[in-house]
């Protein structure tokens, strides 16, 4: 990631899909690449993504929308979360925190 001074192998950040009956089917890659290419997208059953939200306490719920692709789309809590090497719950960023405070908490950290 940039701004890390050197140490971004040290972090791997990840997208986790909410949406695997779509997901799956595409490329996560492509999709996580528009937004920083170290991102690495994994999306899985539905039994594995209920198990993933609800470890992180993540609400999501499926709304029928005739305008959207698919006819529907998802709607989902959304933050970042920083998980220590080993597995360790660290800090939960809120969904708009600027990319600054994020980057001065990892270099604090690392």
Known sequence: ???LGGQADLV???FISIDPTRDRG???AEYTAAFHP???GLAGEEAQTRAAAGSFRIL???ENNS???DGYTMAHSASLYLI???GDWLRQFSYGTPASENLNDLKQRL
């Open 38 to 40: 170290s991102i690495l």
């Open 12 to 14: 791997q950040p990840l």
């Open 60 to 62: 999501y719920e499926r």
């Open 84 to 86: 220590g090497p080993d």
């Open 26 to 28: 595409l490329e996560l």
């Open 67 to 69: 305008g959207a692709p």
């Open 1 to 3: 990631m940039d701004g």
